[in-house]
């Protein structure tokens, strides 16, 4: 019932910014951890960043850390990757993801079907 759509994706320089989003309809996305995940050319699928239901917790991956920010505004059923300083090994695909447990995990219930992100010159 829940799904995700991302958006923001596109073109960007190394060293540039972008911020993507994922807005949820069909449920309230309050009662969902939140991940965002991505998976470059010819690789496995990695995590990026969590998010918990309140926003009151956050994890990166060790790739992420310092550069990106995870953020949710449930009022708006929308969820927020913030990257700076992007690198073009942060180019792929970028994936949001939901679910109702815990922690985000590979696993995860619900997902959008992912905006392509190319840091280059």
């Known amino acids: 019932q829940l799904q995700l759509v991302e958006s923001g994706g596109g073109l960007v320089q190394p060293g540039g910014s972008l911020r993507i989003s994922c807005l949820a309809s069909g449920s309230s996305l309050q009662y969902f951890v939140v991940g965002w995940f991505r998976q470059a050319p010819g690789k496995e699928r990695e995590g990026v960043s969590c998010?918990?239901?309140?926003?009151?917790?956050?994890s990166y991956a060790d790739s992420a850390k310092g550069r990106f920010t995870i953020s949710r505004d449930n009022a708006k059923n929308t969820v927020y990757l913030q990257m700076n300083s992007l690198k073009p090994e942060d180019t792929g695909v970028y994936y949001c993801?939901?679910?109702?447990?815990?922690?985000?995990?590979?696993?995860?219930?619900?997902w959008g079907k992912g905006i392509l992100i190319t840091v280059s010159s």
């Open positions: 993801a939901a679910d109702l447990g815990s922690w985000c995990s590979r696993v995860m219930d619900h």
């Open positions: 998010i918990s239901k309140s926003g009151n917790m956050t």
